[in-house]
């Protein structure tokens, strides 16, 4: 049971990035998405969250407008479109899977609403 997050990379302000959550051993279908940043220096936050059958998403006021969440439960991903990125979005970005419905605490207990955790791909963005 694997989470696979990637995609990260460097990239000039104003520019896109994709990232990808890939799951092996197991189904992604069944499951809430959430994607997760961590700057430097700074704790962990909620970007944004998928639900199982996707036509739930939600996402931080930073990157709403700019980012969006689809998945691909034929390939068993989820993908993060990240547009118009800003300095401030330069983090190292989790996925995380979880029996949740993007609802009012997936942001403030992650720990509590997803059991499956991607080891992190970062993203800097230059200005």
């Known amino acids: 049971v694997q989470l696979q997050a990637s995609g990260g990379g460097s990239v000039q302000a104003g520019g896109p990035l994709k990232l990808s959550c890939a799951a092996s051993?197991?189904?992604?279908?069944?499951?809430?998405v959430g994607w997760f940043r961590q700057a430097p220096g700074k704790e962990r936050g909620a970007v944004s969250c998928?639900?199982?059958?996707?036509?739930?998403?939600e996402y931080a006021d930073s990157v709403k407008g700019r980012f969006t969440l689809s998945r691909d439960n034929a390939k068993n991903t989820v993908y993060l479109h990240m547009n118009s990125l800003k300095p401030e979005d330069t983090a190292i970005y989790y996925c995380?899977?979880?029996?949740?419905?993007?609802?009012?605490?997936?942001?403030?207990?992650?720990?509590?609403?997803?059991?499956?955790w991607g080891q992190g791909t970062l993203v800097t963005v230059s200005s």
């Open positions: 995380a899977a979880g029996l949740t419905r993007c609802g009012s605490r997936w942001r403030s207990d992650p720990a509590s609403n997803f059991g499956s």
């Open positions: 051993g197991f189904s992604l279908n069944y499951y809430g």
């Open positions: 998928i639900s199982s059958s996707g036509d739930y998403t």
